[in-house]
């Protein structure tokens, strides 16, 4: 990281430029070895009090004081795209999740949109905000607190990070609140027609002089033996039925197990987008390329609907599936994390 200007450390950000993202140098706590430097980069979310709050990528909001500033700089929004991946802006890709993802309720709140869904996931029943909510922030938190007691729910918003046009400055202001960053999650894109060819290969690798290719039923409809796969569908309630259905083009896949499916999976085909979701594989069935095949059989489907870009979203503690992902080409294009004010309840994922 390079900050030096004819030979000398610079500090060239001001408290103008809130909101713009920058590279940071600065010395460690005092307590550790003295000259030690650390680099930050991130959003810079507020300086006052004479401390710098930086938002990094990960949702994480590091705290400098002024003093301790060595060297800083703005720096262009975002790293530069990989080759081959479609362009994607943060909000068009968020309201494409959203459609692919719908609550059973939902509540406008200026350009924030509340959502509920009986406690089934997170990005069900949480808050997407997408600008102003039309209150001052703790009035917009006091309604969105409400909205959710009234249903019985705990209160959750979902802010991205790490790309341009995320809303970092919201994730400190929520963080200074004592809201809890309960989990994280990357949203990953890749070109649909490179992840189907990936995805196919990786399945034709696994059965290679291991028996036949896996069968992979698709279908327009959820049934009993898929969601007895699905870990996240505790029973198939109305709640559930509905936000897994729901969606402009939705198609499910299963491979044929002893009891329930070996493997499932789901995508929903929104104009040039093909969102993946609900991959699950029976433990015992593992490192057979079944994951593989659920993922090749739906991007085949989406490609024949017209679909020529993929998304998807996997926690980030989720290392196999991220590995998987990976694999097919899917890189990261920003993360979000549901923020909530309280106590953590288990039951609600995803």
């Known amino acids: 990281m390079e900050f030096t200007m004819s030979g000398r450390h610079e500090v060239r950000i001001t408290t ?8 940071v140098r600065s010395l460690t706590d005092p307590g550790e070895r003295a000259g030690r430097f650390t680099d930050t980069v991130g959003v810079l979310t507020s300086w006052t009090h004479d401390v710098v709050h930086i938002t990094r990528r990960d949702g994480e909001t590091v705290r400098i004081p002024a003093t301790r500033l060595v060297a800083a700089k703005v ?3 975002t790293p530069a795209r990989r080759r081959g991946l479609p362009a994607a802006g943060y ?7 959203a459609r692919g993802w719908p609550p059973v309720e939902s509540e406008r709140l200026g350009d924030w949109t509340l959502r509920a869904s009986g406690g089934f996931t997170r990005r069900a029943n949480s808050v997407l905000p997408l600008g102003d909510p039309g209150l001052p922030l703790d009035a917009a938190l006091d309604h969105v607190t409400a909205w959710y007691a009234r249903r019985g729910l705990p209160a959750h918003l979902q802010v991205a990070t790490g790309a341009e046009g995320t809303d970092e400055p919201l994730a400190a202001a929520l963080d200074e609140r004592g809201w809890r960053r309960e989990v994280s999650a990357e949203v990953r894109i890749a070109g649909l027609a490179p992840a189907a060819d990936a995805a196919q290969e990786a399945h034709a690798g696994h059965t290679a002089g291991q028996g036949a290719a896996a069968a992979v039923a698709l279908s327009r409809t ?18 559930v039925t509905s936000v897994l259905g729901g969606g402009p083009s939705v198609w499910f896949a299963s491979v ?9 999976g789901r995508c929903v085909v929104d104009g040039r987008w093909a969102g993946f979701a609900a991959v699950e594989v029976d433990p015992a069935r593992r490192r057979e390329g079944l994951a593989s095949a659920v993922m090749a059989a739906l991007a085949r489907q989406a490609l024949a609907e017209g679909a ?4 998807l979203q996997v926690e980030s503690d989720n290392e196999p599936a991220l590995a998987l992902y990976e694999r097919l080409g ?6 979000y994390h549901h923020y909530r004010p309280d106590h953590h309840d288990p039951a609600q994922q995803g």
């Open 308 to 311: 020529s870009a993929a998304y």
């Open 16 to 23: 103008d430029d809130v909101g713009k993202r920058v590279s």
């Open 256 to 264: 044929p197990g002893e009891g329930a499916p070996a493997a499932v």
């Open 75 to 77: 720096v262009p929004p």
């Open 222 to 239: 959820v049934d009993a033996a898929w969601l007895a796969r699905y870990r996240r569908s505790r029973a198939a309630s109305p709640e």
């Open 330 to 335: 899917f890189a990261p294009h920003h993360r």
């Open 91 to 97: 909000r068009e890709l968020a309201l494409v999740a």
